[in-house]
């Protein structure tokens, strides 16, 4: 199973961005995705969860503002940032089935 994780950049304070991880495999559907972010010199956290069955977790941080989504067709997951602040700078990693990771992408906030 192989994850790779788009869509990160450089984005103002109150900008959006739409974060992509797509798997290879056949175990996609099946299982819970989670993005999880680390910041630097921070330990890595979960920001936000979707289940095999569509039911989704946030971490505080982020409820209201970020919603995550699933295509299983596509193998896809997406988490939709919007309002961003800079405390969001972060490495965000995608994991599949609490046992996969992708290689992360940058989001930076800052203006």
């Known amino acids: 199973v192989q994850l790779q994780a788009s869509g990160g950049g450089l984005v103002q304070p109150g900008g959006s961005l739409r974060l992509s991880c797509a798997a290879s495999g056949r175990i996609f559907s099946g299982n819970a995705v989670g993005w999880y972010r680390q910041a630097p010199g921070k330990q890595r956290e979960l920001v936000a969860l979707?289940?095999?069955?569509?039911?989704?977790n946030y971490a505080d941080s982020v409820k209201g503002r970020f919603t995550i989504s699933r295509d299983n067709a596509k193998n896809t997951v997406y988490l939709q940032m919007n309002s961003l602040k800079p405390e969001d700078t972060a490495v965000y990693y995608c994991?599949?089935?609490?046992?996969?990771w992708g290689q992360g992408t940058l989001v930076t906030v800052s203006a």
């Open positions: 979707i289940t095999s069955e569509r039911g989704t």
């Open positions: 994991n599949l089935g609490f046992r996969y």
